[in-house]
């Protein structure tokens, strides 16, 4: 059983910054990637960012050059530092992993963020 628990979401004022945190726990044998995806009300879940063991990183479009992923391997951890928060980012983020060899996909229960305007 694997668990992923994020942290850190909230209410912040557009311009602003917050930074997600997930930490995984239980029968993990290898992590492939961890990441992040987003829902916002009436839409659907859509990728935000992923990073690999290698620690290449890819970012949707609508985020690159305002949110940073990053991983502590050694502490099964995954962060997402968002800056320059729009209201569009408002949204349920889910943490995501996939293992290896496997691929077998979790998420977590998500963290709220909203952006006011």
């Known amino acids: 059983q694997v668990q992923l628990v994020e942290s850190g979401g909230g209410v912040v004022q557009a311009g602003g910054s917050l930074r997600l945190s997930c930490a995984a726990s239980g029968s993990i044998l290898h992590i492939r990637t961890m990441g992040w995806y987003r829902q916002a009300p009436g839409k659907q879940r859509e990728f935000v960012a992923t990073?690999?063991?290698?620690?290449?990183?890819n970012y949707a479009d609508s985020v690159k050059g305002r949110f940073t992923i990053s991983r502590d391997n050694a502490q099964r951890t995954v962060y997402l530092q968002m800056n320059s928060l729009k209201p569009e980012d408002t949204a349920v983020y889910y943490c995501n992993l996939v293992t290896s060899p496997f691929g077998y996909n979790y998420y977590g229960q998500g963290t709220q963020v909203t952006v006011s305007s």
């Open positions: 990073i690999g063991n290698g620690e290449s990183t």
